[in-house]
């Protein structure tokens, strides 16, 4: 087995060999949404970075299921800016595009502003040292992004409908050679929103994803990541997944998904 996610191809920067810790837990061929959409977030951080600049929201278009093949991902500056711009990238097969993002990159102020401590993010969740040891992850594959993350349920469980409150960790860099960045991390993670806080049957229903909008008023500090997650089905058949992110000193943002809801 791999020791990545997806292994760089010394002879094109642009192309990544995906392994099968990519691997979602629903076909054998097809990935979970949270290790491209780190990918994404790979290229997005070193396309023509600047010193003293954040990314702060990245919004990802899951075009079709992504397949467990090489991905060619590429970033580019759309809007350049002095103080806050935007920036685009695409992951392809050879087929095409599978999934697209758009990122603003934001001047961190210095010195940092005086802004009234009563307003400023608080708040914790108890940490992954005191949320239980997981049970297995439901599904049939024996090797994918279940077995490559550390996941903790603090509140709630797979399997046990609604609202939860999880901690994950990645156990592999999304890249091989490099650490995963703290953006890196949050996208990888905040993908597992429905997931963890699913409130229809699994085997009955379909509840997919087209999108995951990241908004971070700070970076992640350590490997853990916090989804506070819940989900707002509707009968029509459109739902929503919420999560609200926290590291161990605190919080960091919000996510969220547009689901589909369908019968199988």
Same mark, same amino acid.
Request: glycine share 10%.
């Given at each position: 087995?791999s020791d990545a996610f997806y292994l760089p191809d010394p002879d094109d920067p642009k192309r990544f060999i995906s392994?099968?810790?990519?691997?979602?837990?629903?076909?054998?061929?097809?990935?979970?949404?949270? =290790?491209?959409?780190?990918?994404?977030?790979?290229?997005?951080?070193?396309?023509?970075?600047?010193?003293?600049?954040?990314?702060?929201?990245?919004?990802?278009? !899951?075009?079709?299921?992504?397949?467990?093949?090489?991905?060619?991902? @590429?970033?580019?500056?759309?809007?350049?800016? $002095?103080?806050?711009?935007?920036? @685009?990238?695409?992951?392809?097969?050879?087929?095409?595009?599978?999934?697209?993002?758009?990122?603003?990159?934001?001047?961190?102020?210095?010195?940092?502003?005086?802004? =009234?401590?009563?307003?400023?993010?608080?708040?914790?969740?108890?940490?992954?040292?005191?949320?239980?040891?997981?049970?297995?992850?439901?599904?049939?594959?024996?090797?994918?992004?279940?077995?490559?993350?550390?996941? $903790?349920?603090?509140?709630?469980?797979?399997?046990?409908?609604?609202?939860?409150?999880?901690?994950?960790?990645?156990?592999?860099?999304?890249?091989?050679?490099?650490?995963?960045?703290?953006?890196?991390?949050?996208?990888?993670?905040?993908?597992?929103?429905?997931?963890?806080?699913?409130?229809?049957?699994?085997?009955?229903?379909?509840? !997919?994803?087209?999108?995951?909008?990241?908004?971070?008023?700070?970076?992640?500090?350590?490997?853990?990541?916090?989804?506070?997650?819940?989900?707002?089905?509707?009968?029509?058949?459109?739902?929503?997944?919420?999560?609200?992110?926290?590291?161990?000193?605190?919080?960091?943002?919000?996510?969220?998904?547009?689901?589909?809801?369908?019968?199988?």
């Open positions: 087995m392994t099968e810790l990519t691997r979602g837990p629903w076909s054998p061929d097809a990935q979970h949404a949270g =290790p491209p959409s780190a990918l994404l977030g790979h290229v997005i951080e070193r396309c023509e970075p600047r010193e003293g600049f954040q990314v702060g929201r990245v919004a990802v278009e !899951i075009l079709g299921p992504v397949p467990l093949q090489p991905l060619f991902a @590429e970033a580019r500056v759309t809007r350049p800016g $002095r103080s806050v711009e935007l920036l @685009e990238a695409t992951l392809s097969t050879e087929r095409g595009p599978v999934m697209k993002a758009n990122a603003w990159r934001f001047k961190l102020a210095e010195p940092e502003l005086a802004l =009234p401590e009563e307003f400023h993010p608080v708040g914790a969740r108890p940490g992954p040292d005191h949320a239980p040891a997981p049970t297995p992850f439901p599904t049939a594959q024996e090797v994918g992004f279940h077995t490559a993350i550390e996941y $903790r349920f603090v509140t709630g469980a797979f399997g046990e409908p609604g609202p939860a409150i999880c901690w994950i960790r990645l156990k592999y860099p999304i890249v091989a050679g490099t650490t995963p960045s703290p953006l890196e991390r949050t996208l990888a993670a905040a993908d597992s929103g429905n997931g963890v806080s699913a409130v229809l049957d699994w085997n009955r229903y379909l509840f !997919i994803n087209t999108d995951l909008t990241v908004t971070l008023h700070r970076q992640p500090v350590g490997e853990w990541v916090c989804l506070d997650a819940v989900t707002y089905p509707q009968p029509h058949g459109i739902g929503l997944a919420e999560s609200a992110l926290f590291d161990e000193k605190g919080p960091l943002g919000r996510s969220t998904q547009t689901l589909y809801l369908g019968v199988r």
